[in-house]
């Protein structure tokens, strides 16, 4: 089955750097990927979505890219806020199941003021 | 705004009741889903619905049956609960990607239930 990889340590920065999260997968490449942002005790939300045959994608003070040669994809948060503080999933889907989702475990980004 | 309720945010059960988790969107989405997060294990499925009355079993359905008796419903039922089963619970829907022609497949989360089976 597919397996999503995200560093389970937390990342510490401080205000105002660049967050950078990464996650793998493995065994086929999918059709595309996404990025959520989940606070304690709530359900994930979805942030960003990039396609297999797109290199980068952005919004806001967001950007995620996604390298099928080394199947992985970067996420990163450029100017970070306390704010920004939370645990992020990444999940995959693929051409034989649209409907399917598999998910990371997420890294939590702590953003020191 | 989709919104994605479930009935309890909280919830305490013996083992060997029978649980009930309650879910409903209010976007007429096709697709509805249930997932259990543990800490280091993240978002397992359990369960998912395409369509009223149809599922199919998710990567841990074991000790878990579902019901989906109207398009904006989907219910989680713990057949015994068992402490095992003390978790997280998510439910999820989204729009059919036959629809969207894979254009627009995000999932809409709820708050989730956060289940103590003692």
């Known amino acids: 089955s597919q397996k999503i990889e995200q560093n389970s340590e937390a990342l510490n920065i401080q205000e105002g750097k660049t967050a950078t999260l990464t996650c793998n997968y493995t065994?086929?490449?999918?059709?595309?990927l996404q990025w959520y942002r989940q606070d304690p005790g709530r359900g994930p939300v979805f942030l960003l979505l990039?396609?297999?045959?797109?290199k980068e994608k952005r919004k806001e003070r967001l950007k995620v890219t996604f390298d099928t040669t080394l199947k992985q994809s970067l996420f990163h948060i450029t100017a970070s806020q306390p704010a920004d503080s939370a645990t992020y999933l990444c999940?995959?889907?693929?051409?034989?199941?649209?409907?399917?989702?598999?998910f990371g475990s997420g890294t939590k980004l702590n953003v020191k003021p | 705004d989709v919104k994605v309720t479930q009935s309890s945010r909280y919830l305490v059960k013996r083992t060997g009741e029978k649980v009930f988790l309650e879910c409903v969107q209010d976007?007429?989405?096709?697709?509805m889903f249930w997932y259990r997060q543990d800490p280091g294990l993240g978002l397992r499925l359990i369960y998912f619905?395409?369509?009223?009355?149809?599922?199919e079993k998710g990567d841990i359905p074991e000790g878990y049956s579902v019901s989906r008796e109207k398009k904006e419903r989907f219910s989680l039922i713990l057949e015994s609960a068992s402490t095992n089963q003390t978790s997280m619970y998510l439910c999820?829907?989204?729009?059919?990607?036959?629809?969207?022609?894979?254009?627009?497949?995000?999932?809409?989360f709820g708050p989730g239930t956060r289940l103590l089976v003692l």
């Open positions: 990039i396609r297999e045959n797109e």
């Open positions: 065994n086929y490449s999918p059709a595309y």
């Open positions: 999820a829907s989204s729009l059919d990607s036959f629809l969207t022609s894979g254009r627009k497949e995000t999932q809409y």
């Open positions: 976007m007429d989405h096709e697709n």
């Open positions: 999940a995959t889907t693929y051409v034989y199941n649209f409907n399917k989702f598999y």
């Open positions: 619905s395409y369509d009223v009355k149809m599922k």
